[in-house]
């Protein structure tokens, strides 16, 4: 735990293996290329995961911050639309929930009520997808084309978190 | 003819929806259980190297990638006719065992036991995990993570990560452990069986202590007699990892045991126009439509389906349990199917009893974990009993190792015409003429499917917000009546 501390995770969520539901992966890798050699490099961990609710929570366990990467199904926007907002301002991005466990919410707050060290300042970056139904490794275009807008939005967001003033 | 949407269910991986269709005198006329299949993962596999398939399909599921992946490796050991070392066995019915302690945990605690702890008709902003540590104590949400944190600590140690493992390979394991994680891995396996034996120990106080519970339990809503299917050992006993396959009728008599590769000539899917998904069925006895009984080939493969196969667990504190779950319940085989609930926690005592026989057993720490490929590849099976089901992948390959064709049966599937028969038998028990829809009795049906602890899903599905429950009722020319929406 006490590694962490400092730290600030970015993690994308989704299944690698079915087309745009794995986008949060794909956000997490370009920002992580986007941020080698820069000056919070150091200060940043990136981490891939399939996991939601309690298994999520648990991967967060000893960050204080975190960003998460992820898609989301609301269809109140166009395919590839980018958001960018407090974690705290969605009931839930495409994965944070498990419905085989509980919410993120449910389980960050589990964790927090066992003295866990979760973040406090949590943020999520999504871009908008269709249902996903068909496995494949690829994006479509219109989700391909938002990934480095959104990784551009990781790496602006984590200059502020790491120069709050 | 009205009509009742639940879309999607809560608390069910993948996302599905059922469908009450009424009759003018508002008894349930018929249900429909509908699910969107994920499409395309046999193709999807076709071209690759069968070696690449036990780390590529535990990908397709966010929930027992573990069941997966050993299938997989055990239907790659297939195809290239090599027998691993014991010390491999060992290390994946190890890694499986401490799975199993994770998985069923889960269910209980956040799925299944919220109806139980909390009631049936507690709001569903209560009735979760949050509102069992709230009823039941805090030191309850400790114990849980720590069930998850110890059986993610036992799959990193022999699968190489805490989720995904990747150290299953045709032959065997790709590394051992070592006496110090051994030892590591013993302690956490007796903290287990002391988990699973609070568990049980709850269960018993709130469930079996409760008269309402119970009559919920054995009454006529959730009881369905079917045939059942299962994996026992060479002396007919439970096992998740290895075995032949029981199949038992609804009175209890043994129809037959097969090895997993011979699944083609006792398993057979029926195809419905409404759905994607397929229904399995005995072939021998034959699809007669969605009945329970003897002359039906519906069949089930659940945790109750296991110990209705079975002539018994093979460890000692689940083996009590056992005796006393028919002796309260009548006898074997039980049909009622909101039990499977408590032959989870007794399958979770067993998987922990098990987890520590294999950390202490000699061989376990030998470096011999892999029996080197000789032969050339053709075609093999592997099989495993996931947390919800038997899970049978069957791989076809050229000469090279090359996949030319895939078939899966994925655990849930089995239990598709089972679920989908106790969701209409419940919704005909509880939606009667004149009676007012409420959450509660909608969270009554939905009971019916979650006691087999379901994961259509078999990926992570992007979902938007918490998971809705929508309830919709229509007359008959189809004009919206009443909606009722929750969030759980």
Not at chain 1, 4 to 17: A, D, E, Q, T
Not at chain 2, 102 to 115: E, I, K, R, S, V
Not at chain 2, 280 to 309: C, H, M, Q
Not at chain 2, 403 to 423: D, E, F, H
């Amino acid at each position: 735990m006490t590694a962490k501390r400092g730290k600030i995770l970015v993690i994308g969520l989704g299944n690698p293996i079915l087309g745009d539901d794995g986008v949060g992966w794909h956000i997490a890798m370009a920002a992580q290329t986007a941020c080698e050699g820069c000056s919070q490099a150091d200060s940043v961990n990136f981490e891939l995961s399939s996991a939601g609710g309690l298994g999520l929570m648990e991967q967060m366990v000893g960050y204080q911050r975190a960003i998460i990467a992820d898609s989301i199904v609301t269809s109140a926007s166009e395919i590839g639309a980018i958001r960018s907002k407090p974690f705290s301002e969605y009931l839930a991005t495409a994965h944070s929930s498990s419905s085989h466990d509980a919410t993120l919410q449910a389980a960050l707050e589990i964790g927090r009520r066992m003295g866990l060290l979760l973040p406090t300042e949590l943020w999520a970056i999504t871009i908008e997808i269709a249902p996903s139904y068909v496995f494949s490794e690829t994006l479509s275009p219109a989700v391909a084309s938002a990934v480095p807008g959104a990784a551009d939005l990781i790496r602006t967001r984590l200059a502020e978190l790491s120069n709050p003033d | 003819m009205e009509r009742i949407t639940i879309d999607p269910i809560t608390r069910l991986e993948g996302h599905g929806k059922i469908e009450i269709f009424l009759d003018p005198e508002g008894n349930v006329a018929n249900t429909y259980f509908q699910i969107p299949e994920l499409r395309g993962f046999e193709q999807f596999c076709v071209g690759r190297r069968v070696e690449d398939m036990p780390i590529l399909t535990n990908r397709i599921c966010g929930v027992c990638p573990e069941a997966h992946h050993m299938a997989s490796a055990k239907a790659a050991d297939a195809v290239y006719r090599v027998d691993p070392p014991r010390t491999a066995k060992l290390l994946r019915e190890l890694l499986y065992s401490a799975f199993y302690v994770t998985d069923h945990t889960t269910h209980f605690y956040a799925l299944g036991g919220p109806d139980f702890v909390m009631g049936p008709d507690a709001p569903v902003a209560e009735r979760n995990i949050l509102g069992v540590i709230h009823k039941v104590g805090l030191e309850i949400a400790g114990k849980v993570l720590q069930a998850r944190k110890n059986g993610h600590a036992v799959i990193e140690m022999i699968g190489g990560r805490k989720v995904h493992p990747c150290t299953s390979i045709p032959g065997g394991q790709t590394k051992g452990i070592t006496e110090e994680q051994r030892k590591e891995i013993e302690e956490m396996g007796r903290w287990a069986i002391e988990f699973a034996q609070f568990s049980l120990k709850l269960f018993t106080d709130i469930v079996l202590g409760n008269k309402h519970y119970v009559d919920l339990i054995l009454g006529d809503s959730y009881y369905i007699p079917m045939h059942y299917i299962g994996t026992v050992d060479e002396n007919n006993k439970v096992n998740f990892y290895d075995g032949k396959i029981s199949v038992v009728n609804p009175d209890g008599e043994r129809l037959g045991t097969y090895e997993p590769k011979d699944y083609g000539d006792w398993i057979a899917e029926h195809v419905e126009p409404w759905t994607y998904l397929k229904f399995p069925y005995l072939k021998k006895i034959g699809w007669k439509g969605f009945e329970g009984g003897k002359d039906s080939g519906v069949y089930s493969a659940t945790p109750l389906s296991r110990l209705n196969v079975a002539d018994g667990l093979a460890t000692p504190r689940a083996q009590e349990e056992y005796e006393k779950f028919y002796a309260t319940l009548g006898g074997k085989p039980v049909h009622h199917q909101l039990a499977t609930h408590w032959a989870r926690l007794i399958e979770l005592l067993y998987a922990a009893e098990r987890w520590v026989e294999l950390a202490t057993d000699p061989e376990v720490t030998s470096d011999k974990f892999r029996t080197q490929v000789t032969e050339k590849p053709t075609e093999g099976v592997g099989c495993v009993e996931a947390p919800r089901g038997t899970l049978i992948h069957h791989y076809w390959t050229d000469e090279k190792g090359i996949l030319t064709k895939v078939n899966l049966i994925v655990g849930t599937t089995n239990n598709y015409a089972p679920i989908s028969m106790s969701i209409k038998k419940a919704a005909q028990s509880f939606i009667k003429q004149g009676t007012v829809v409420t959450e509660g009795l909608l969270n009554r049906v939905e009971m019916a499917f979650r006691s087999y602890d379901p994961c259509f899903g078999c990926a992570t599905h992007s979902l938007v917000g918490q998971m809705p429950l929508e309830v919709k009722i229509s007359d008959a020319q189809g004009k919206t009546v009443k909606i009722l929406r929750q969030y759980c």
